[in-house]
C-alpha cells in the first residue's frame, strides 16, 4: 500500500540533504531525481535520467518517470510508477523477475554505451541504504570540490 499518492514536484539545482515525503525533487543541472519512498518507509530513491535509465516529461504542471521505480534493493521492495504525478502502486516482483531485469538493463547499457555485456553473478549483493555522503561525492564529480 502506498502512503503517498501524489508527489508534488520541485525544481532544484541540488537535491537536499534531506527529502521531505511527498515531495519528487528535480536538479536539470544534474538530470536526476530523488525522492523519499512512496511507500513510507523513508528510504531516499534516486532516479538518474539517462538514455538507458529513467526519462522524465514535464508538462508544464506535472511530472511523470518512466519506466517504473523498482525499489528491489530496499527492505520495502515497493513498485510503483509517477504519472503525472499521481503515484500508481504496480505490483510486486519475484526475485527471478528483478534479476532479469538487471540482465536486461546492464545488456542496454552496454550496447548504448558500445561495450560487450559483462558476465556477472545471478545475484550482485547491493547495499539496501545509500552512503550518508552520496550527495557530497556527486558534487565533487560535477563541480569538482566537496
Same mark, same amino acid.
Given at each position: 500500500?502506498?502512503?503517498?499518492?501524489?508527489?508534488?514536484? %520541485?525544481?532544484?539545482?541540488? &537535491?537536499?540533504?534531506?527529502?521531505? +515525503? #511527498? &515531495?519528487?525533487?528535480?536538479?536539470?543541472?544534474?538530470?536526476?531525481?530523488?525522492?523519499?519512498?512512496?511507500?513510507g518507509c523513508g528510504e531516499e530513491?534516486? *532516479?538518474?535520467?539517462?538514455?538507458?535509465?529513467?526519462?522524465?516529461?514535464?508538462?508544464?504542471?506535472?511530472?511523470?518517470? %518512466?519506466?517504473? &521505480?523498482?525499489?528491489?534493493? /530496499?527492505?520495502?521492495?515497493?513498485?510503483?510508477? &509517477?504519472?503525472? #504525478?499521481?503515484?500508481?502502486? *504496480?505490483?510486486?516482483?519475484?526475485?527471478?523477475?528483478?534479476? *532479469?531485469?538487471?540482465?536486461?538493463? %546492464?545488456? *542496454?547499457?552496454?550496447?548504448?554505451?558500445?561495450?560487450? +555485456?559483462?558476465?556477472? +553473478?545471478?545475484?550482485?549483493?547491493?547495499?539496501?541504504?545509500?552512503?550518508?555522503?552520496?550527495?557530497?561525492?556527486?558534487?565533487?564529480?560535477? /563541480?569538482? %570540490?566537496?
Open positions: 500500500m502506498m502512503r503517498h499518492k501524489r508527489l508534488d514536484h %520541485r525544481f532544484v539545482e541540488h &537535491i537536499p540533504e534531506r527529502l521531505s +515525503p #511527498g &515531495i519528487l525533487y528535480v536538479s536539470m543541472e544534474y538530470a536526476t531525481s530523488a525522492h523519499s519512498c512512496c511507500c530513491v534516486v *532516479a538518474p535520467f539517462t538514455p538507458t535509465d529513467w526519462k522524465m516529461t514535464f508538462d508544464g504542471e506535472t511530472i511523470s518517470l %518512466r519506466p517504473s &521505480i523498482g525499489n528491489w534493493t /530496499l527492505k520495502c521492495r515497493s513498485h510503483y510508477v &509517477i504519472d503525472r #504525478g499521481k503515484v500508481i502502486e *504496480a505490483g510486486p516482483w519475484s526475485d527471478e523477475q528483478v534479476e *532479469a531485469e538487471r540482465r536486461r538493463d %546492464r545488456s *542496454a547499457k552496454a550496447h548504448f554505451y558500445g561495450q560487450s +555485456p559483462k558476465t556477472e +553473478p545471478t545475484v550482485t549483493p547491493v547495499p539496501t541504504r545509500p552512503t550518508p555522503s552520496f550527495w557530497r561525492r556527486v558534487r565533487a564529480r560535477f /563541480l569538482g %570540490r566537496p
